[in-house]
């Protein structure tokens, strides 16, 4: 029988490029000097065999096929539910989790053609069907996001992209629509944020969009 889950899984989602990262530490932090126990992870990550996973699907050297793409990221996913996930929601431990299966309905489901619904049917079986409470979805342009990446390169430095931040504009394209898309389909747990804001102002949002999950719980 699975544990009963006492924490909160908060999962952040968005383009490359669009903050994600940045508003997890801060998230994070945030919760965390409210007196909330948090933990940070991110996907695909978090654990030994999730984290060789990683390497594989980002590797630009590697062709990878969208099925096979898809199931290294469920195969992730699976590992890091059942080696991090659900024991430290089960000790009543929330987490900020950096991606979540939106990423692989957007990104596989929508960017690759897959579809969602099969997409979808993978990671549950591979997550036990665990569900974020709530999902920040950072929006972003396709553009902003990657100008916003080649920002972050120092000058005199070639830009070095990963094997995914290399696709086209008909790619990203295609990611963010399939974000919107389940944004409409959930609203309750998908809350979206504007992420051209400074900041301060997305992670004030976030915050926001996270309190009533703490209201009567860890």
Known sequence: MLPVLRGRLITIEGLDGAGKTTLARALAQAL????????LLREPGGVAVSERIRGLVKDPALAVSPRAEALLYAAARAQLVEERLRPLLASGTSVILDRYVDSSLAYQGGGRHLGVGEVRALNLFATHDLQPDRTLLLRVSPAVGRARLEDRVEPGEPVSRDRLEREDDAFFAAIADAYEELAQLEPERIRAIDAAQPEQEVLRAALAAV???FRNGP
């Open 32 to 39: 965390a000097e409210r007196g909330r126990a948090v933990e």
């Open 211 to 213: 309190e009533d999950l």
